[in-house]
């Protein structure tokens, strides 16, 4: 990894100077509808008098998303029948950067590729984004990606997994600008009961193989009491599921602007990065 | 330079765009295949299976009273469709059913549009003694239901996939998550020559003995070359294996034939090439259909096999180099040939083959405007049979389902 953190990496280094995880939120633009995302999304930043998410992370919806579970899929697909289309996240990310809140964005390469990967990147640093997180992008075919975030100064976050290699490992968080995403248990995106054992395992290879780099780590976390526990092996908790089923819910019960949930999730949470010790 | 490259490229199409996750068993897999290709008891084991079990070398059939429709052109058909299981899916699945067990799994997954590949996959499962799951989306487990029985008698366990558009793609999807939580025990076996590398090479391989049985099998009836090679395209793996050996043979033709549908210019339809733009779906970079935004618009087939909103990437790339032709084939044009074989040859093939058949007719009958002298010599890959899609036909002709007549009853007092 370079050594300039990049501005998501900046995050996780202050949380790290504050002696705790950083915490990373994701929703998924666009749901339940664009103005609401907003709304949602910056209520992740200040969920009520105490604090937030240190880095949203925010979902393109995608009509394939091969890694996302089911709650992510329903809130996507939602997002895609009610007419949200790709330049809107700019103006999502706008509103989050206006917070003071770093935001990333995620995204299924085929967005970024049919938008156009240098003007997605301009367009996106222009709205004050920090960067990408690449789930089906492995560094491999990611050149055109590589100049186009380093002629923009975007992050750049690949991912990890148990399965991979050493050196994978290596090569991947090299390619990295600003932290490496763990993925804590093989499988695809979802609240899970408990966290993978396969989780600090990972993060252990990494803190071996590159030291310097910084680590957040998701799929699965919940509630504060897991985040803590991930909080104290990691530099960031990422937490995407259990945000949307709030979402989901409040929709359900015929209450789609109703964030009072979302928030008390988000304020659980961050008192659990700040408790691991 | 040999393609694809150590990426699994084809020049600017293909490659591996996939979760890091998948990443190792790709990597498994692709030196495991290395090995097989190179290791003669796989060979010999994989002959004796097609021969012993699938039923191979499948013949060439002349057709000449379906070729008199064509123009001045001489159809010949390579039966895929006389293979066990019905379809040429069993030659590919044999393949890496063998190569599962080479890596020391233990148990397949597979996704299924039509379902032929899915009952393909469970019957080398049972063969071979392997756990087996199908995914399968929920449009196509209702309208396929007789196959969703035949993978149940094979032992295999068929999802219905209720996500997205609920079809083939969204079969795909699932099995994809499935497989990153279950690369340990699992292997994908992938029905296509899409997906990301090294499957479409190894599909290819799999698939290549067609084009090396025809092309041996016309040397010697005809004592030449055909001129050209016509096969119907989903994601292309029949028409790969059919192409295979003659794209070497410049004199050649390569013609693959998409679905088209109601008509391409309906934008209901499933002609990727024809009909697409470039980008990335299910792991590799190929022509898609997709919007302005890069959203997987969903495709449109009579042909279940056939509907899939993608193509191989080798296709792309054989179309954008020029190799081969690629031409969407209507909805309409291929029932018409399909219901032409039925009753000039007595051969009943599944809707997917039909598209090739229709484009053959067309292609005769261009050739013998154009170029009024030639007689030119037609290999068209039947690749599977039409029992499966009887219940279409039934619907697409108006067929009562009832009897012409009686005979014998009261009636006749």
Not at chain 1, 102 to 130: E, H, I, K, Q
Not at chain 2, 48 to 56: A, I
Not at chain 2, 222 to 250: E, H, K, Q, T
Not at chain 2, 389 to 410: N, Q, S
Request: hydrophobic share 40%; with cysteine.
């Amino acid at each position: 990894m370079s050594d300039d953190p990049g501005i998501s990496g900046l995050a996780l280094q202050t949380a790290r100077d504050e002696d705790r995880a950083a915490l990373v939120g994701y929703l998924s633009a666009g749901y339940p509808d664009l103005a609401t995302s907003v709304s949602a999304m910056t209520a992740l930043c200040r969920p009520g008098d105490g604090p937030g998410v240190d880095l949203v992370e925010v979902g393109l919806p995608y009509s394939d998303p091969m890694m996302d579970g089911v709650a992510i899929q329903r809130a996507g697909g939602t997002a895609l029948a009610r007419g949200f289309r790709t330049r809107d996240v700019f103006g999502i990310v706008s509103a989050i950067a206006a917070t003071g809140t770093p935001a990333v964005v995620m995204t299924y390469w085929n967005l970024v590729d049919r938008y156009g990967v240098d003007a997605f990147s301009r367009d996106l640093a222009n709205a004050g984004g920090a960067g990408l997180i690449t789930p089906d992008l492995v560094p491999d075919e990611a050149d055109e990606w590589m100049a186009a975030s380093d002629a923009h100064g975007l992050d750049r976050i690949f991912l990890v997994s148990p399965s991979s290699t050493d050196e994978r490992i290596v090569t991947t968080t090299a390619s990295c600008r600003g932290w490496v995403y763990a993925t804590s248990v093989m499988g695809v995106t979802g609240t899970r009961t408990r966290t993978s054992s396969a989780a600090p395992a990972l993060v252990a290879r990494i803190r071996e193989l590159a030291p310097q780099t910084l680590v957040g780590v998701g799929l699965g976390v919940s509630d504060g009491a897991q985040a803590a526990s991930v909080a104290g092996y990691a530099d960031a908790v990422i937490v995407g599921s259990a945000l949307i089923k709030t979402l989901l819910a409040a929709e359900d019960a015929g209450r789609p602007a109703d964030l009072a949930a979302l928030r008390a999730v988000v304020a659980d949470l961050a008192a659990g990065v700040r408790s691991a010790h | 330079m040999s393609l694809p490259d150590a990426q699994g490229h084809y020049d600017r199409f293909g490659g591996k765009y996939v979760p890091e996750a998948l990443y190792a068993a790709l990597a498994q897999l692709e030196s495991e295949f290395e090995l097989a290709l190179v290791d003669d008891g796989f060979w010999s084991e994989l002959d004796g299976l097609r021969r012993d079990y699938s039923g191979r070398p499948t013949p060439i059939t002349a057709v000449p009273r379906f070729s008199a429709h064509a123009g001045n052109a001489e159809i010949v058909l390579k039966r895929e469709d006389l293979n066990h299981t019905g379809s040429h899916k069993i030659n590919n699945v044999l393949g890496q059913a063998l190569l599962t067990r080479r890596m020391g799994k233990t148990r397949v997954i597979a996704e299924t549009g039509a379902g032929q590949h899915g009952v393909a996959t469970a019957t080398a499962a049972a063969l071979l003694g392997m756990e087996c799951r199908v995914y399968m989306g929920k449009v196509d487990t209702d309208r396929q239901a007789l196959n969703v029985a035949r993978m149940q008698l094979l032992g295999a366990e068929v999802i219905a996939v209720e996500s997205g558009s609920q079809t083939l793609k969204d079969a795909m999807n699932e099995a994809m998550r499935e497989w990153v939580a279950t690369v340990d025990t699992t292997h994908y076996l992938i029905g296509t020559v899409a997906g990301p590398a090294p499957f479409p090479r190894i599909v290819k391989e799999f698939q290549r003995v067609i084009s090396t049985e025809a092309r041996a099998q016309l040397l010697d009836r005809y004592g030449r070359l055909p001129d050209i090679v016509a096969a119907c395209v989903g994601g292309g793996s029949n028409a790969m294996g059919s192409f295979a050996d003659f794209i070497d043979d410049p004199g050649v033709r390569l013609c693959g034939f998409e679905a088209g549908g109601d008509g391409v210019e309906t934008g209901r339809h499933a002609a990727s090439i024809t009909g697409g733009s470039v980008g990335v779906l299910h792991g590799t970079r190929t022509y898609i259909l997709q919007d302005e935004d890069g959203q997987t618009v969903d495709s449109h087939s009579i042909s279940a096999g056939l509907d899939y909103p993608g193509v191989g990437p080798e296709h792309a790339w054989l179309a954008a180099t020029g190799r081969a032709a690629y031409e969407p084939v209507t909805d309409v044009e291929a029932m018409d040939a399909l219901r032409l074989l039925c009753r000039t040859e007595g051969i009943l093939p599944a809707i997917e083959s039909a598209h090739a058949l229709a484009g053959a007719l067309r292609l005769g009958r261009t050739l013998a405007e154009t170029d009024p002298g030639a007689h030119p010599l037609v290999l068209v890959c039947l690749s599977g049979r039409g029992d499966k899609d009887v219940d279409t036909a039934i619907r697409w002709f108006g067929l009562t389902g009832e009897a012409d007549a009686t005979k014998g009853g009261r009636g006749d007092e």
